[in-house]
C-alpha cells in the first residue's frame, strides 16, 4: 500500500504506540488526524510529525463518547477530504482478578477498548469505503492470543477486538477496504502505570503487580511503530510486534489449552 498522500487517523495517538505509528506514517508522507483525549500530548505528536511536511489534525475526544464519535468523521472529512487508514489504537489497562474488578470497571475498559473500537470503525467505514486503497487497523494485544491470570478484563478486551477484526476482515473480502489487527508484546509505554486497579487491593500487592509486568515491557514505541506500518504497506492481516509475539503465537496454537503452565513462569516476580 503506497502511503504517501494517505490520510491516516490514530486514536490514543498522545503517546506510546499511537505516537510512534503517527510518526512512522509521516516519515511515508502520509497526512494525519490524531485523536486522543490528552491535547498536550497530541499537540507533541502533532509537532513530531510536521517535521514531514504532512497534513496535521488534532481532535479531543474520548472513544468511549458515542455522540462526538458518530460526528468525528465530517470533522476530519471537512479538513482533510476523506480518510484512508483507521488506526484504532486507544486503550485502557485494568489488573485484577475476576472477583476483584467491579461490573462498574469492567464496563468501563469494555467501553474503550472494544467498544470504542466498533464506534470508531462504524462511524468511518463510509469514509474508507470511498477510498481506492484503505485500511482498518486494529490494535489487540499478546493478550488476544493468550489470557493470563489477573488479567481477565484486558484478555477478554482484547480477543474481543481479534474477533471482531478476523469477521470484519472476512466481511469486507474483495472490497476497497483491507482490516489488520496487531498484536503487540511487551511495548515500552506507560500503561502498567496508569492501569486501573481495584478497590480494596493493597499497595503491596499494586507494587508487585506492576513489577510484574514492568519488566515485560522492552520493545521500544518507535520499532513497535514501524513494525505496524510496515504491516500496513504489506496489506498484511495480522501483525506480531516483537519476538515474544511470534514465541507466543506459537505456543499458543500448539498447547492451546495448558499454555499457561509454561507461560506463567515467565511474568513471575
Same mark, same amino acid.
Do not use: Q, W, Y
Given at each position: 500500500?503506497?502511503?504517501?498522500?494517505?490520510? %491516516?487517523?490514530?486514536?490514543?495517538?498522545?503517546?506510546?504506540?499511537?505516537?510512534?505509528?503517527?510518526?512512522?506514517?509521516?516519515?511515508?508522507?502520509?497526512?494525519?488526524?490524531?485523536?486522543?483525549?490528552?491535547?498536550?500530548g497530541m499537540a507533541?505528536?502533532?509537532?513530531? %510529525?510536521?517535521?514531514?511536511?504532512?497534513?496535521?489534525?488534532?481532535?479531543?475526544?474520548?472513544?468511549?463518547?458515542?455522540?462526538?464519535? %458518530?460526528?468525528?468523521?465530517?470533522?476530519?472529512?471537512a479538513e482533510h477530504g476523506g480518510?484512508?487508514?483507521?488506526?484504532?489504537?486507544?486503550?485502557?489497562?485494568?489488573?485484577?482478578?475476576?472477583?476483584q474488578i467491579s461490573a462498574e470497571d469492567f464496563e468501563w475498559l469494555f467501553e474503550i477498548n472494544f467498544w470504542g473500537v466498533v464506534r470508531m470503525t462504524r462511524a468511518f467505514l463510509p469514509l474508507l469505503r470511498a477510498s481506492d486503497d484503505a485500511r482498518v487497523?486494529?490494535?489487540?494485544?499478546v493478550y488476544g492470543l493468550i489470557a493470563p491470570a489477573e488479567q481477565v478484563a484486558y484478555a477478554s478486551s482484547?480477543? %474481543?477486538?481479534?474477533?471482531f477484526s478476523e469477521a470484519l476482515r472476512h466481511e469486507l473480502q474483495g472490497s476497497t477496504v483491507g482490516v489488520t489487527v496487531v498484536h503487540p508484546a511487551g511495548v515500552n509505554t506507560s500503561i502498567a502505570e496508569?492501569?486501573?486497579i481495584p478497590a480494596g487491593v493493597s499497595e503491596e500487592e499494586i507494587t508487585r503487580r506492576r513489577a510484574r509486568y514492568r519488566k515485560l515491557l522492552t520493545i521500544p514505541p518507535d520499532i513497535a511503530g514501524e513494525t505496524i506500518v510496515r504491516g500496513i504497506e504489506r496489506r498484511e492481516s495480522r501483525v506480531l510486534v516483537g519476538s515474544d509475539a511470534k514465541a507466543i503465537s506459537l505456543i499458543a496454537r500448539l498447547l492451546p489449552v495448558s499454555y499457561w503452565?509454561?507461560?506463567?513462569?515467565?511474568?513471575?516476580?
Open positions: 500500500m503506497r502511503l504517501e498522500g494517505r490520510t %491516516a487517523l490514530i486514536t490514543g495517538a498522545a503517546g506510546g504506540i499511537g505516537r510512534a505509528i503517527a510518526v512512522s506514517l509521516a516519515g511515508r508522507r502520509c497526512h494525519l488526524a490524531l485523536a486522543d483525549i490528552d491535547e498536550a507533541e505528536t502533532s509537532d513530531l %510529525a510536521r517535521a514531514h511536511a504532512v497534513r496535521v489534525s488534532r481532535h479531543r475526544i474520548d472513544v468511549a463518547d458515542k455522540v462526538a464519535v %458518530a460526528e468525528l468523521p465530517n470533522i476530519v472529512a480518510v484512508d487508514i483507521l488506526v484504532n489504537n486507544a486503550g485502557v489497562a485494568l489488573g485484577g482478578t475476576f472477583e487497523v486494529n490494535l489487540s494485544s482484547k480477543f %474481543a477486538v481479534r474477533g496508569k492501569a486501573r503452565k509454561l507461560l506463567a513462569r515467565r511474568v513471575e516476580v
